[in-house]
């Protein structure tokens, strides 16, 4: 089991970049995938970018792509997701996730509180 701790969410302009960090308990946590998701008011929480345990494999959706860079730290137990040229449309809660399997979609095992990104025109 792992518990999980979003922060760096805030308010920011267009344009502007955050950082994203997820904290992780647990001793396994070089065993999961994490994922960075998230939800938009009235939308469907949506995956933005995974890494595998290693590190080695990535994975973008549309949203993220191109603007964000998912990283994780295995001795630090912690995954971070870097946003670039933020948008209005990027405003969401985010949330970490972790899974024992590559997902493509929202069925992650472990979710954190999430962390609310704004992004101001």
């Known amino acids: 089991q792992v518990q999980l701790v979003e922060s760096g969410g805030g308010l920011v302009q267009a344009g502007d970049s955050l950082r994203l960090s997820c904290a992780a308990s647990g001793r396994s946590f070089s065993t999961y995938v994490m994922g960075w998701f998230r939800q938009a008011p009235g939308k469907e929480r949506e995956l933005v970018a995974a890494?595998?345990?290693?590190?080695?494999?990535?994975y973008y959706t549309d949203s993220g792509k191109g603007r964000f860079t998912i990283s994780r730290d295995n001795a630090k137990n912690t995954v971070h997701l870097q946003m670039n040229s933020l948008k209005p449309e990027d405003t969401a809660v985010y949330y970490c996730a972790a899974d024992k399997t590559f997902r493509y979609s929202n069925e992650y095992a472990y979710w954190g509180q999430g962390t609310q990104v704004t992004v101001s025109s």
């Open positions: 890494i595998s345990w290693s590190g080695v494999r990535t």
